[in-house]
């Protein structure tokens, strides 16, 4: 495939657009393959390489579990203070920090560049009897131990929009039967086979599954219906006041080199003003959520703080 072709380009090359030599970068995708981290991480270095930026070697590592913190503890033990070391991370750490009183700090980690949003669907299997959210709020309300419900990482953002939902639908939140999965297409799975009566995941994970007729969409956590999904209502379409979106970014270890993690923002500042990048937002259905340096980790400061609150406010943690 001309992906595979163009990752061992990148492995045999070590020349960097900006100049500056680098044998290679490490990145820690802290997921399983095939999920929204894995993806991200993959497709920026991919347009990093297509846009010119940065043509070197790339060594990846997917270290998955417990929303990411599994991964970020492996980067932290090997990679604190070292140049060229990567992190695919997101909103869906802030929440399993916070609900696995997990000891990792993201304040510790040098921030790079917040790239996508990424906005929820909520399926179900291609024959379930449920036609709409109202469909399946009424049938979880009925049993709410019996409709076991399945995304990501415990406290993560399918999690949350899920216990936003029961809110929403009088539900309480105690009561939902959440099965966290490893990626969205483990999710699509249960939800075929039965194991799972609905799931959540990002737009980008579902829509592909729709599209072969394995899955239905029932709603979409957008506060507009999105240009990819037209005939998929919103939340609030739906009768629910909910919002939410998933946002992905990438760190530099604690304590990388002042110039090089200076080097790092400035290829993902280019990255994302590039055509490489565009393209790559339209294909995969994210929404452009570039931050970067200091006021990205001014953004992760105030996610810390309102994840913490809705998970409070949900009854996940105390």
Do not use: C
């Not at 095939?34 to 940065?54: E, H, K, S, V």
């Not at 959520?289 to 409070?312: K, N, P, S």
């Amino acid at each position: 495939m001309k992906f595979s072709k163009t990752l061992a380009a990148l492995a045999m090359t070590a020349v960097l657009g900006t100049g500056a030599a680098v044998a290679q970068v490490n990145v820690m995708l802290p997921a399983n393959p095939g999920g929204g981290w894995d993806g991200t991480g993959r497709q920026a270095f991919q347009a990093l390489n297509d846009a010119g930026i940065y043509t070197g070697g790339v060594n990846f590592t997917n270290t998955g579990g417990a929303g990411g913190t599994v991964g970020l503890a492996e980067f932290l033990g090997t990679s604190t203070g070292q140049p060229d070391a990567l992190a695919v991370f997101g909103a869906i750490t802030v929440g399993a920090i916070k609900l696995n009183s997990s000891p990792i700090n993201l304040a510790e980690f040098r921030p790079v560049a917040r790239l996508t949003a990424e906005y929820l669907v909520i399926a179900v299997a291609a024959d379930s009897p449920y036609n709409t959210l109202a469909d399946l709020v009424a049938g979880i309300k009925a049993d709410p131990g019996a409709a076991a419900l399945g995304g990501g990482s415990a406290g993560g953002v399918d999690h949350i929009s899920l216990a936003l939902l029961a809110q929403a639908g009088d539900i309480p939140v105690a009561d939902l039967n959440y099965i966290p999965q490893t990626s969205g297409a483990e999710t699509v799975t249960a939800i075929v086979n039965g194991t799972l009566v609905a799931g959540v995941s990002g737009t980008s994970e579902f829509s592909q599954f729709a599209d072969q007729g394995r899955i239905k969409l029932l709603a979409v956590t957008s506060a507009e219906r999105r240009p990819n999904l037209p005939d998929v209502p919103t939340f609030k379409e739906s009768g629910y006041d909910v919002e939410i979106a998933n946002w992905r970014g990438i760190l530099a270890a604690p304590g990388a080199p002042d110039d090089n993690y200076a080097m790092w923002v400035e290829n993902f500042t280019k990255l994302s003003q590039s055509d490489a990048w565009k393209t790559v937002l339209e294909t995969q259905g994210w929404d452009d959520y570039f931050l970067a340096g200091d006021e990205f980790g001014a953004f992760i400061a105030e996610e810390t703080e309102r994840q913490g609150q809705v998970l409070q406010d949900a009854g996940l943690v105390n």
